[in-house]
C-alpha cells in the first residue's frame, strides 16, 4: 500500500504535557525513541531512495520516490543499488552486483536487473573493466570472467594447488576433465576454451584476485594461515541446561604476524612473479621504545606488512599499493607501473605511537581513503599536518600537494563524477560538526553546502543533482531529509521517526563547552545543567567508550540511553559533564595519540580537571562528584578510584578492561605495543595492578556473556579485592549479555543501581 506523506502538520511541542523521565521506559532505547531510517542509499536510476526502518522487531525496507513524494514498503529483489567503487560508475550503461549467490546485470536507465549467473558456492570480488559487457568475479581461490555481449562464461585462474588435484589418479576425474568442458553455466552462456592463468602461490594462501582494467594483468595477494590461540566465553544459559564455551576473539601478542606477498600475472607472457619490498623506508628501523630496554636501534628482519588490495589507474598501467607495517607504525603508498616494473615511493608516513585518524584509521587491514583521480594524479589522506588532509600526488611531476589545510579533519570524501572535484564530510567550523563542502582539485576553494551544526550523512544521487541525507542535532535524532545539491539548500523532511512519549519531553540541548587542560590545550565537553531551583551541587561526570571516539559533539549521540539518563539525573538536581577527553575522535594526531604506553594518565587526568573546572566555574561540591562509564569509559572509572581515593566519591564500572594484557590485539598493540616487548606499558596502565587504591564506593557490572572485553576481565579484578580485603564494591553480572546490552531488563537492572548509588553517596 502506497504511504503517502504528512509530515509537517505537527503537533507543537508546547501542547503537549511535559512527562517525567522514568529509566524504565529510557532503557528500552530505540523502543522508546522511535527508530531512525538507516542504510540510505539510491536506486540505479537516482529517482528512488532506498532506506530501512524497524517497527515491531521487524527490519523494513522503504523507498522514498522523488518525484511523486511518496513512500513504499518494498521487497529486496526490487531493489537495485548504485555501488561506491565500480570503475567509471558515471559513464556506465550498466553494472554488476551479487545477491545471494547470483550475479545480476543492472540497467540504471531502466531500473532493471537480469541474472546472468548463480554459483553454490560464494562469488565475491565483483570487478569491472574497460570493456562495459565484461566482469570478473572470485569463487573460493580462482578468478573467473562472463562477457555478456559474446555470451560466454570463463574460468581465468588456476591456483598451484587446484592444478595439482587436477591431475588426480582417479580414472573418472580425469576422464571426464579430458572428454568435457566445464558445464557451470547461466542463460545458455558457454565455457571458453580451457586455459588458465597458473598463479603460483609459495604454499601460502590466496586472498585476493585483483584484474588490472585492460585486462592485461593480475595482482593476487598471498598469506600465510595463521592459527592463535582462542579464549572462550562461557554460556551458563544454554538451551540443554549445560554450560558450554563460546569461542571468541585471541589476546594482544598472541596473534603471529602475518607472511605476505603481492604478486604479478601477466596475460602477455604467461609468467607470474612476486615483488619485492626489502628496501622500503624504516623497514628495519626499531621504534623509539626499544631504547627503553636495551635493544638495538634495528631490527635483525624486514618489518612484517599488510598489503592491501591496490588501486589500478583507470587505463589500467599503474598499481597504487598501500602497505602498513604490522606493528601500525609505518605506511608505504607505493605506485607500480605494470608496463616497465618499476615502483616508486609515492608517501612514507612515520608515527612513533601508531598510523590512524579519519580516512586512515588504526586498523592496519584497512587501506583508509586513497585512489584515483586519473591516469596521472593520485588522491589520499595523510596526518602530516598532525590533522588528517586530503593531498594529490602528480606523477608528471612526482610532487605531492596538500589539497586541504587547517585545525580539523577530513571524516568521509566521495569523487565527483567528473573528477574535477570532490565531496568532503568535515568538522571544520566546529570539531563537534560533521559538515558537507565540495572542494574544486584545482583551485582548492571549498565550497559550504550544508554547515548548520549537527551531522550530515549525505548520499549522492547518481547524477549529483539530489542529496539523501540523515541529520541529527544534540536532541534531535536521525531522520532522512532530501536537498538538491547546492550550497545551503532547503532541506525537506522524508520520515518522522521519534514517537510521542520521546517528543513529549524537553531534552536539554546541552552546551558543548572548552575546558583548559595541560600545557595550555583544551578539552571540549557537554555540560548539562540543572535548573537553579532544583541544583544540589552534586555532579557526575560520564566517561564515554572506545577511547577514539567523539561524544562532545553537536549531533545524536551513540550513547543514547546514557543522553536520556543525563536529563534524568538534570531533572533531579545534578550537573553533568561528558568529555572528550585526550585520545578521543575529532582533534587531530597529537591528540589521539596522547595515551601512546600510558593508558590511564592524560586521559584520566582530562576528567580531574573537569571536576576541578565544575568545582571553580559551576559551584559544585568537591565532595559530591561521582564519575562512571562503559568499556574504556569503565576503564578509566576504575583508574580514577584506583589512583586517585578521595576524588570521587563514587563510581559505576561498566563493562571494563581490568588488565590490558587480557584485551584484543588490534586495538591494543597500537597503544601499548605488545605485553612481551612492552611490559612497562601494560603495568602502568592496567587497573588491577592499582587495586590496593581502593576506598570509595565502587559498583561494576559486566555481562557475563562479554566476547570483547570479557569476563575474566571483571573476576580476576574481583578476586584480587577479595585477596586485599577490600570492602566497599559490588559486581553486578549480567548471565546473558554480551559486550553491549540487547535487554531492556539489564539496562534498567543497571542504571537504577548507578541512580541508588550517586543518591546514596552524593546526596548524603
Not at 553494472?95 to 549467490?101: G, P, R, T
Not at 594483468?217 to 592463535?228: A, F, K, V, W
Not at 531522520?479 to 519531553?505: D, G, M, R
Request: hydrophobic residues 30%; aromatic residues 12%; negative net charge.
Amino acid at each position: 500500500m502506497r504511504l503517502f506523506l504528512f509530515l509537517f502538520s505537527l503537533i507543537p511541542l508546547t501542547l503537549l504535557a511535559q512527562q517525567d523521565i522514568d529509566i524504565q521506559e529510557i532503557m528500552k532505547g530505540y523502543d522508546f525513541i522511535g527508530h531512525p531510517p538507516e542504510n540510505i542509499q539510491w536506486s540505479a536510476n537516482g529517482n528512488e531512495v532506498y532506506f530501512n526502518r524497524r517497527s515491531n522487531n521487524e527490519k523494513h525496507q522503504l523507498t522514498y520516490n522523488v518525484r511523486s513524494n511518496s513512500i513504499d514498503t518494498i521487497n529486496s529483489d526490487e531493489k537495485f543499488l548504485l555501488p561506491d567503487d565500480i570503475f567509471d560508475a558515471s559513464s556506465r550503461k550498466a553494472y554488476f552486483e551479487v545477491s545471494e549467490n547470483t550475479l545480476y546485470k543492472v540497467i540504471p536507465s531502466k531500473n532493471e536487473r537480469e541474472a546472468v549467473y548463480t554459483r553454490k558456492e560464494g562469488i565475491f570480488n565483483v570487478q569491472h573493466v574497460i570493456d562495459s559487457d565484461k566482469i570478473y568475479f572470485q569463487i573460493k581461490n580462482d578468478l573467473f570472467s562472463i562477457d555478456t555481449e559474446k555470451n560466454y562464461f570463463k574460468q581465468v585462474t588456476i591456483t598451484q594447488s587446484e592444478k595439482k588435484d587436477a591431475t588426480s589418479n582417479n580414472f573418472l576425474d580425469n576422464q571426464h576433465k579430458a572428454l568435457f568442458i566445464d558445464r557451470s553455466k547461466s542463460n545458455g552462456s558457454s565455457q571458453s576454451k580451457n586455459t588458465f592463468a597458473e598463479l603460483k602461490t609459495d604454499e601460502l594462501s590466496i586472498r585476493s584476485i585483483q584484474v588490472s582494467p585492460n585486462e592485461k594483468h593480475l595482482i593476487y595477494r598471498l598469506s600465510s594461515n595463521s592459527q592463535p590461540r582462542y579464549t572462550n566465553v562461557m554460556n551458563f544459559l544454554s538451551e540443554d541446561g549445560y554450560a558450554s564455551p563460546v569461542k571468541a576473539r585471541p589476546k594482544v601478542g598472541t596473534i603471529e604476524a602475518p607472511n605476505m606477498k603481492l604478486a604479478v600475472y601477466s596475460f602477455e607472457k604467461d609468467s607470474s612473479y612476486i615483488l619485492s619490498f626489502n628496501d622500503l623506508e624504516g623497514i628495519r628501523t626499531a621504534p623509539d621504545y626499544y631504547k627503553e630496554y636495551g635493544r638495538p636501534e634495528t631490527l635483525e628482519a624486514d618489518k612484517a606488512l599488510i598489503i592491501h588490495e591496490v588501486d589500478f589507474s583507470p587505463n589500467g598501467k599503474q598499481a597504487l599499493i598501500s602497505i602498513k607495517s604490522f606493528d601500525n607504525k609505518d605506511r608505504w603508498l607505493l605506485s607500480y607501473d605494470l608496463s616497465n616494473n618499476k615502483m616508486i615511493t609515492v608517501d612514507h608516513q612515520h608515527d612513533e605511537a601508531w598510523i590512524g585518524g579519519p580516512g586512515i584509521s588504526g586498523w592496519n587491514y584497512y587501506k583508509g581513503n586513497i585512489g584515483w583521480i586519473d591516469d596521472s594524479h593520485i588522491y589520499f589522506q595523510s596526518e602530516e599536518s598532525g590533522y588528517s588532509h586530503l593531498y594529490s600526488f602528480n606523477f608528471a611531476t612526482g610532487s605531492k600537494e596538500a589539497l586541504t589545510n587547517g585545525e580539523w579533519e577530513i571524516h568521509d570524501t566521495k569523487l565527483s563524477n567528473d573528477r574535477s572535484s570532490f565531496y568532503i564530510t568535515a568538522n571544520k567550523n566546529h570539531p563537534g560538526n560533521r559538515s558537507f563542502y565540495k572542494l574544486d582539485i584545482a583551485s582548492k576553494s571549498l565550497t559550504p553546502i550544508l554547515t548548520k551544526d549537527g551531522s550530515y550523512e549525505v548520499n549522492i544521487s547518481p547524477d549529483e543533482k539530489w542529496l539523501a541525507i540523515r541529520y541529527s542535532y544534540k536532541n534531535k535524532p536521525w531522520e532522512l531529509y532530501i536537498a538538491k545539491n547546492k550550497s545551503n539548500p532547503e532541506l525537506k523532511q522524508i520520515t518522522k521517526s521519534t514517537t510521542q512519549a520521546f517528543t513529549s519531553i524537553a531534552w536539554q540541548d546541552p552546551e558543548v563547552v572548552k575546558i583548559p587542560t595541560e600545557n595550555g590545550l583544551h578539552s571540549y565537553a557537554r555540560l548539562y545543567e540543572p535548573k537553579s531551583d532544583v541544583k544540589n551541587g552534586a555532579a557526575i561526570i560520564f566517561v564515554h567508550g572506545a577511547g577514539y571516539l567523539q561524544n562532545a559533539h553537536n549531533y545524536w549521540s551513540g550513547y543514547y540511553r546514557e543522553y536520556m539518563f543525563h536529563n534524568l539525573l538534570v531533572e533531579k538536581g545534578y550537573t553533568v559533564l561528558d568529555i572528550d577527553y585526550r585520545a578521543s575522535k575529532g582533534y587531530g594526531r597529537d591528540h589521539r595519540t596522547a595515551i601512546y604506553r600510558h593508558m590511564g594518565e592524560a586521559d584520566l587526568n582530562d576528567q580531574l580537571i573537569g571536576k576541578k573546572w565544575l568545582t571553580e566555574k559551576k559551584g559544585i561540591d568537591p565532595e559530591k562528584v561521582g564519575i562512571y562509564g562503559g568499556s574504556y569509559g569503565g576503564f578509566i572509572t576504575l583508574m580514577a578510584l584506583l589512583k586517585h581515593p578521595g576524588e570521587f566519591q563514587c563510581g559505576g564500572a561498566l563493562r571494563s578492561v581490568t588488565d590490558w594484557a587480557h584485551y584484543n590485539h588490534p586495538y591494543t598493540s597500537n597503544i601499548l605495543n605488545t605485553p612481551d616487548l612492552d611490559s612497562l606499558a601494560y603495568k602502568r596502565s592496567s587497573p588491577i595492578y592499582f587495586a590496593e587504591g581502593l576506598s570509595d564506593r565502587l559498583i561494576m557490572f559486566h555481562g557475563m556473556m562479554d566476547d570483547n572485553v570479557q569476563y575474566q576481565d571483571i573476576i580476576r579484578l574481583s578476586q584480587r579485592f577479595i585477596e586485599l580485603g577490600k570492602e566497599n564494591w559490588d559486581l553486578a553480572s549480567y548471565p546473558i549479555e554480551g559486550h553491549g546490552f540487547k535487554t531492556p531488563t539489564s539496562w534498567t537492572d543497571e542504571y537504577r543501581r548507578l541512580y541508588k548509588m550517586f543518591n546514596r553517596y552524593l546526596l548524603k
